[in-house]
């Protein structure tokens, strides 16, 4: 992942450094679990312990002798341990310490996507709770439809973000596994109490039934709970976009002194920050496919899932942690203009309302359908520039049918708005 996309707290989990770091106390924990079952001797043990060390370029030294970087990192520690090193990664294949490293790794990482999710979370139920009756115009198709509130609509963003919270949670539980099984996951060299052993000082479960490989159905799981996440930071960040627009603009991003919206027209401010949000949320999802297609192996495994999770595992963590805290910071800094909604609501006038008029019509006895024509034929001369409401009040088919009051209550902006605070309630806020 190039440097722009990445963050602190993923970089500490998914360097090289800290990857081999992983490894490193995966085989010391094997070490420790042969000494508890008293097939180590407790001295070898601490030698271990203290001495154990690697250097990244004595490893790519000696992989290119290994052709295999598991050995070549474990050569290099046997090496700076000295005579006990031979105990080291006894009994187990590579995967054994790549498998359960990962484990560890994506167990952290989804901890700190849940703890950045949450962050996220704090900011648009802020924004819920201070716009809760803020008039907007809801729109669809891109068309006005029906008024609703911008904490309504930030509302609607915190129900799914939780959602995707509680299925990084649920992920976090089916990758948070080891194993310590051998070649082809039998235990026929090392036991399953051993691997009890191992994966209980790691923090992690036993994959209950592996092969020489942690079954990549529980990887896929997560990148797919990551691609989900991506599509509905996407959804934030393109309705963020819209909003912008010139001829909507009811938000805007913060914009700083000096900043540059355009090189060649400096009057331009862009929602840029949005569209990098929803841009890389095509990765996610094209890394979730890759993962996908490597849950299927040959026998007790092969080696085409090696090389795609190199890539996907890291890059997609540091994008969806990147993704979370540029949009957080989006909506810290975000201008919301509660005029200019309200003069978006008015553009069309009263037409918002026209489901109103079709319903007290079929409410005072009038037939569904033609409820619905007295309301449309009236729409269709405010589309020409009549007034609807008035056109609505001075309708024969209106007048006989309903009171001066009850059609004035048809038009009421606070009494269509009057159950917004309940979607609120419901997400939670």
């Avoid at 007295?374 to 729409?379: E, H, L, P, S």
């Avoid at 009171?403 to 997400?427: D, Y």
Wanted: aromatic share 6%; glycine share 6%.
């Amino acid at each position: 992942m190039i440097e722009r996309y990445t963050t602190r707290a993923m970089t500490a989990i998914w360097s090289r450094d800290a990857k081999y770091t992983r490894w490193q106390d995966v085989e010391i924990a094997i070490v420790e679990a042969h000494a508890q079952l008293g097939d180590v001797p407790p001295d070898a043990v601490e030698a271990i312990r203290a001495k154990s060390s690697f250097d990244l370029a004595r490893c790519d030294e000696l992989e290119k002798e290994t052709r295999h970087d598991l050995m070549a990192f474990v050569r290099n520690l046997s090496e700076n341990i000295g005579e006990p090193g031979r105990y080291v990664h006894m009994g187990v294949t590579s995967y054994d310490v790549i498998d359960t490293a990962l484990g560890m790794m994506l167990r952290d990482s989804c901890e700190v996507l849940i703890r950045s999710a949450q962050a996220l979370g704090e900011e648009i139920a802020r924004l819920a709770r201070e716009h809760a009756n803020t008039p907007e115009i809801g729109r669809t198709h891109g068309i006005h439809a029906e008024p609703i509130t911008f904490g309504f609509k930030c509302a609607n963003w915190y129900a799914e973000l939780s959602r995707n919270i509680e299925r990084l949670r649920q992920a976090h539980e089916d990758v948070a596994v080891g194993k310590i099984s051998g070649a082809v996951g039998i235990h026929a060299i090392v036991s399953p109490e051993l691997e009890r052993i191992v994966c209980e000082k790691l923090g992690l479960r036993p994959d209950p039934a592996s092969t020489q490989i942690i079954n990549r159905d529980r990887h896929a799981n997560f990148l797919n709970a990551l691609a989900l996440l991506g599509a509905g930071l996407e959804r934030i960040a393109t309705e963020l976009r819209n909003l912008q627009r010139t001829e909507i603009l009811e938000v805007q991003e913060a914009f700083a002194a000096g900043q540059t919206g355009s090189s060649a027209m400096p009057h331009k401010r862009n929602p840029w920050n949005s569209e990098t949000v929803a841009g890389l949320a095509r990765i996610l999802r094209g890394n979730s496919m890759a993962m996908l297609e490597s849950v299927a192996t040959w026998h007790e495994r092969d080696l085409t899932n090696s090389s795609v999770e190199r890539i996907v595992f890291p890059d997609s963590c540091q994008l969806a942690d990147f993704m979370l805290g540029r949009l957080t910071t989006i909506l810290k800094g975000l201008g919301v203009f509660p005029e200019t909604m309200m003069a978006n609501l008015r553009k069309m006038g009263d037409l918002v309302f026209s489901e109103h008029v079709m319903i007290a019509l079929v409410q005072a006895g009038m037939s569904r359908e033609a409820a619905y024509k007295v309301a449309q034929r009236n729409a269709a001369k405010a589309w020409e520039g009549a007034d609807f409401k008035a056109s609505v009040e001075n309708d024969p088919d209106v007048r006989e049918r309903l009171s001066p009051q009850q059609v004035k209550e048809l038009f009421s902006l606070e009494h269509h708005l009057r159950n917004a605070g309940h979607t609120l309630s419901a997400a939670g806020l």
